[in-house]
């Protein structure tokens, strides 16, 4: 983890280690005055701490023993890791068999952000928890993004701007993969998976940082999880607890995007609503948030979206509001609250509307209503005093609402700060966890 270029956590507690000959006594010295040793234990290992400085760059860290290593480059700042499959590891620079990124060309070119530094792990994976990440800090120019993820750049970009301070990303990206090819082998029994790899890319990427301080996590993946959706939402939920539990911070920031409306096939047809409803599930975690970006697909037989941008854009938005407590920065969607029967016809109330919920069209898309017998119908839906309203002239006695329950839906509802709804299903039972 530790090489020139890299950002270190500011003001904090920060672990360093490395490896010598038993006995060997070690010296750490921060060019901001910090200084601190150790000694070698009889495995070869040794370990010591040190704090940190604020935010600021031109930072050196020099390791003294029997050989001398000297750090330069070095900025403190916020570490932030980005995890997940092809979504994720989209990059800027071309990849075979995907639409690019938009404005991709445009985008490399203007990528000259000398504190922005980014960290490309190799695609690495095993059976036991290796002690080494492979990659390189590099910063972020024209020559270094291109290969990086596009929304993991655009995350720290933005944030780095708005900011006003030096932000370093991680990368841990592998497309097709599943869920719990990135959980710990521990997290196996309580995630109620029925698929167990015998190598991950968590034990061979993510392992090796879990005594590295890291200020949040941004995720977007859960595809290749679809074709299960009886389990997804427990084995997401174990997942995210356990790689907070990794890095020994239960309420790390943690925002994820949200399975955006997609024309599955195969095992996977039919089930994108309840996987969305497990994620949708995890929102009990402190500190977690969810992105939907159903509104940034413009081809539904499309996996990977070209509007990495705005996708990143919302993700900036959460941790800005949540995370850095900046007023008026809003990545939250409309909810499902609760709802009410008037007659023939359902209120349905919200939360997150933040401003009220709007919509570009009179009449709402993807809702429906059911008298409680298990058929759905379309439903006629408009935004009314504050809530929405909605009903069917079949549907005498409605009793359950729903939106967007299909894997491609198109919904057209958002709230004041442009975000669109979530998809819900009134007649939800209880998660696994909290039965």
């Keep these: 983890m530790f090489q020139s270029n890299m950002v270190i956590p500011d003001k904090a507690q920060l672990p360093i280690w490395g490896t010598g000959t038993p006995g060997e006594s070690v010296l750490v010295l921060g060019s901001w005055g910090a200084v601190a040793g150790a000694t070698v234990d009889e495995s070869g290992r040794w370990r010591t701490t040190v704090i940190t400085p604020s935010a600021q760059t031109g930072l050196g860290i020099e390791v003294i023993a029997s050989n001398r290593i000297q750090l330069s480059n070095v900025a403190s700042g916020d570490v932030w890791v980005c995890i997940g499959q092809s979504n994720m590891e989209h990059t800027l620079a071309p990849t075979p068999g995907l639409r690019s990124v938009l404005n991709a060309d445009q985008e490399i070119a203007d990528a000259n952000y000398p504190n922005l530094r980014l960290l490309r792990l190799s695609r690495v994976r095993q059976a036991e928890p290796a002690t080494s990440v492979s990659g390189t800090w590099e910063a972020c120019t024209s020559l270094t993004v291109p290969k990086f993820s596009a929304v993991g750049y655009f995350f720290g970009r933005d944030l780095h701007l708005d900011l006003a301070k030096p932000i370093g990303m991680i990368a841990a990206v592998k497309g097709g993969t599943t869920i719990e090819e990135w959980m710990p082998n521990s997290a196996f029994a309580e995630s109620g998976s029925s698929v167990l790899p015998t ?42 607890t356990t790689m907070r539990q990794a890095w020994n911070l239960p309420a790390l920031p943690t925002y994820f995007v949200q399975l955006p409306p997609y024309n599955y096939s195969g095992a996977r047809k039919g089930g994108a609503p309840l996987s969305r409803e497990g994620q949708a599930d995890s929102l009990s975690l402190a500190r977690t948030g969810m992105v939907v970006i159903s509104d940034l697909i413009d081809d539904l037989n499309d996996i990977h979206p070209i509007y990495k941008q705005a996708v990143a854009d919302r993700i900036v938005r959460a941790a800005l509001g949540e995370t850095y407590k900046r007023s008026g920065s809003v990545g939250a969607s409309p909810q499902y609250l609760k709802h009410n029967r008037e007659g023939r016809t359902l209120r349905v109330m919200f939360k997150n509307d933040h401003g009220g919920l709007t919509s570009p069209n009179t009449t709402l898309t993807s809702f429906e209503i059911s008298d409680g017998g298990g058929v759905w119908y379309p439903a006629t839906a408009i935004i009314e005093r504050g809530a929405v309203t909605v009903w069917n002239d079949a549907v005498l006695k409605p009793v359950h609402v729903r939106f967007g329950w299909a894997d491609a839906y198109v919904g057209n509802l958002f709230n004041g700060a442009g975000n669109p709804a979530a998809p819900f299903r009134s007649d939800k039972p209880l998660p696994p966890f909290d039965r």
Excluded at 204 to 230: Q, Y
Aim: glycine share 12%; net charge neutral.
């Design 199 to 240: 190598t991950t890319y968590y034990n061979g990427m993510i392992a090796p940082m879990k005594d590295f301080p890291v200020d949040g996590l941004i995720i977007w993946t859960g595809e290749g999880n679809v074709s299960r959706p009886n389990e997804f939402g427990r084995t997401w939920r174990t997942w995210l």
